[in-house]
């Protein structure tokens, strides 16, 4: 599993999630951007990064680390020194990694013995957040990544429809349920598409990026077609190329018809493979 693209999605869409998993407030995100920072004269980048809009406040590194690696805090510290040394802001600074659980915090100690014993660097395990009771929507977003496989569909279930009842907002509520579609990709890749439908149903399913993908393209290559040779069969040809990939989602013909705007009969024929 990419957790680490995963773990910087959720803290760009829910950055209070980083604030709850290091103990401090979430509101506090609000005085922060989550952003990647690039040393143009060593030319290395850092990817996980919460930079204040105030002095008194605190830049914050976030790692994530989901494998074993003896050169993680040598190679952090020298990022972050690196980084210090180069940026023009005079803020203070934490560093925290997150790790799955304490089996996979192998990095060498012996020599940065002083900063790992400070407040200067906080290590998260996941596997220890199940003794938090009640939990914001970002927390449980986090805990589902370590989550069994044998719960883990039931677990998502139960966070999209909390997602439903707390955010008003219907673009908050279709990038949770994004965040939680590619995390079960992830964790269950023998997981269909029309099982995906299932649990969340053809109303989420059309708001995912990959679906609305796939249809504007269809639109676009009608649009195209249809101005290039002046007919309106060539909206009609963009949405018949569409038709395998929203199978491919699981949607049924019917479904395919009624979002697309064609004729039944015309969809099974596209759907048809070609000899």
Known sequence: MKTDSIFYRIFQS??????????QPPQLA??????????????????????PNATELPIYFAEVQFQPDKKLYSRLFAEIFNYLDKTELTNNWRGVVIFPNRNVDTGDTERYTELLNSQRLTRVYLEELSSIEASSIGIETVKLIVEPESTATIKAIEIVNNARQQFANVAQQREIIQ????????????LSREEMQQMFGLNELRQTRFYQDVFEEGKQEGKLEGKQEGKLE??????????????????SIEQIAQALGLDEQIVRQAAQPKS
């Open 14 to 23: 829910i950055p209070g999630t980083f604030f709850e998993l290091i103990n």
């Open 30 to 51: 609000s005085a922060y951007q989550f952003s990647s920072v690039e040393v143009k004269q060593l030319a290395f980048r850092i990817d996980g990064v919460f930079l």
């Open 179 to 190: 965040l939680i579609e590619t995390i079960l990709i992830y964790k269950l890749p023998r």
């Open 234 to 251: 060539g909206k009609q040809e963009g949405k018949l190329e569409a038709i395998p990939q929203l199978l491919a989602l699981g949607l």
